[in-house]
């Protein structure tokens, strides 16, 4: 008995993985192996690939210092990925969707629906070692004026760092790097909802991250996740006809046509895709996204594990305020972490190039297209 027992393991160690994967069969030690995008943003819309308004990044810029353990070559393994530890609640989460004539108004405070790890990050947190986050999760203003109806523009635009969307769970998304110019998902170390703050305290996510909404929508597809800033929808990555969606089914934005649950009712239409390739969300823009106006947290911000912070300092006033919001909307990145970065005048752009992972040419043409007329 014991003879024609291992007769049979032996002819199972024979068994072919792709004729055990066609009959079903997983293995409990299976991990999510997923292919890094390091490196792959471009000048114009291509699939699998982030067309980034930024394309010169700084080794120097904030974030995960290194490669952690769970990364080899050009994958990285999920599962073996660490968390921040926590589970704060945001009991004061807000968030409200309306449609008004022919605008679809966004209103929320940033805060998520969902549990988040605490942040910063505890240095008794195994997460630690491989990044610092010291950024509290706060409050935000956002109040954004879409297009009820959006439709595709003539040209794709490119996206930029900071926000390109938002969830129906209050969070932002981001696109799908780092301020080192990173595949964010396999190198920062995010909570087990998959979201983080920066360092406005914004928190946010960068790809299909475990709390957005995964359900299924009366089309039988995945149902609506948010919406990005040209006012088109993002979905999960099941279609209607029940099929997984991947790179290849997507054009150069992330997106396609097809069938989705818009409005309540089932309409063909463009729309993002939600998927675990990179660059996971949107792309680049297929309509035209509206101007997004820079975070102000609200004074009184929500903070985690009993963390304390003063109160921030108001931005600049005058001129210099002006150069500094207009400078930041051209960048996409926050209004107070640019002024932070360039210190008092004269702006030190060397050590905002280190801190924001901007380019310093970048840096001076935006200051110079804003510098104030000399009357």
């Known amino acids: 008995m014991t003879r024609n027992f291992s007769a049979l393991a032996k002819a199972a160690l024979l068994i072919s993985p792709a004729l055990i994967a066609s009959l079903g069969i997983t293995s409990a ?3 999510d192996i997923r292919q890094m995008g390091d490196g792959k943003y471009s000048s114009s819309p291509k699939a699998g690939y982030l067309f980034s308004c930024q394309t010169q990044f700084s080794a120097n810029a904030p974030g995960a210092p290194g490669a952690g353990p769970w990364i080899s070559g050009d994958s990285y393994d999920l599962d073996d990925k660490p968390t921040v530890e926590g589970s704060v609640m945001w009991p004061n989460a807000e968030i409200t969707v309306t449609r008004e ?14 549990p988040t790890g605490v942040f910063p990050i505890a240095r008794n947190d195994d997460a630690f070692q491989y990044d610092r986050n010291p950024n509290a999760i706060r409050e935000q203003n956002i109040l ?14 490119c996206v930029p760092m900071g926000m390109i969307g938002f969830t129906l769970t209050g969070g932002a998304l981001f696109n799908a790097i780092d301020a080192r110019g990173r595949d964010a998902a396999a190198y920062e170390v995010l909570d087990k ?5 920066q360092q ?11 709390c957005l909404p995964h359900g299924r929508d009366a089309s039988g597809g995945s149902e609506l ?18 099929k997984k969606l991947t790179n290849a089914d997507l054009d150069g934005c992330h ?5 989705v649950m818009w409005d309540g009712k089932l309409v063909s239409m463009y729309h993002y895709v939600m998927t675990d390739e990179y660059p996971y969300s949107i792309g680049c823009f297929r309509g035209t996204p509206v101007r997004v106006s820079a975070l102000r947290a609200r004074p009184q911000p929500q903070q985690a594990a009993g963390v304390e912070r003063g ?37 030190n752009l060397r050590r905002a190039s280190q801190t924001l992972g901007i380019d310093i040419q970048t840096l001076r043409s935006a200051f110079m297209r804003h510098r104030p007329s000399r009357s």
């Not at 954004?144 to 635009?157: G, I, K």
């Not at 406005?200 to 475990?210: F, L």
């Not at 931005?315 to 008092?344: K, Y």
Request: aromatic share 6%; with cysteine.
């Open 144 to 157: 954004l004026r879409l297009p009820a109806d959006p439709e595709t523009a003539d040209r794709a635009s």
């Open 200 to 210: 406005n305290g914004q928190y946010h996510y960068h790809d299909d991250a475990a």
């Open 29 to 31: 030690s299976a991990h």
């Open 255 to 259: 997106g396609k046509v097809g069938p």
């Open 311 to 347: 109160p921030r300092q108001p931005l600049a006033n005058g001129p210099r305020g002006d150069v500094l919001a207009n400078v930041a909307r051209d960048l996409g990145v926050d209004e107070e972490a640019l002024r932070r970065a360039v210190g008092a005048p004269p702006p």
């Open 225 to 242: 996740i948010g919406y990005a800033l040209d006012g088109f929808g993002v979905y999960g990555p099941y279609d209607a006809s029940g």
């Open 101 to 114: 004539g022919d605008l679809r108004i966004v209103r929320a405070n940033n805060l998520p629906t969902h």
């Open 193 to 197: 909802c998959g979201g983080h703050p």
